[in-house]
């Protein structure tokens, strides 16, 4: 989650206190992530974890929160292993 949350912080928040950014924080539909910075962070999760995120995973479901993110890496690294 550490990770995940480095990124995000430098990618689309920069400059803000990291604490504000919890593991339940909603960052789709609170704006922080749109539709580009879904696609970026899609990309980063792909290379960072060496994970394949299929088109229709790639929504406010699964990148919502930075839970709901790291249980989608979760569920990946799983199934690659």
């Known amino acids: 989650m550490a990770v ?7 990618e689309f928040l920069p400059g803000e206190d ?7 924080t909603p960052m789709v ?3 922080i ?5 879904m696609l970026k962070l899609v990309a980063f999760l792909e290379r960072e974890f ?7 995973e ?3 479901e699964h ?3 930075l839970e709901a993110i790291c249980e989608l890496v979760a569920s990946k ?5």
């Open 77 to 81: 690294r799983s199934l690659v292993r």
């Open 58 to 60: 790639a929504d406010e």
């Open 50 to 56: 060496d994970i394949p995120i299929k088109a229709h």
């Open 4 to 10: 995940v949350k480095a990124y995000i912080l430098e």
């Open 18 to 24: 990291p604490a504000l950014l919890t593991p339940t």
């Open 63 to 65: 990148l919502n929160t």
């Open 33 to 37: 992530l749109d539709s580009l910075a």
């Open 29 to 31: 539909s609170t704006g």
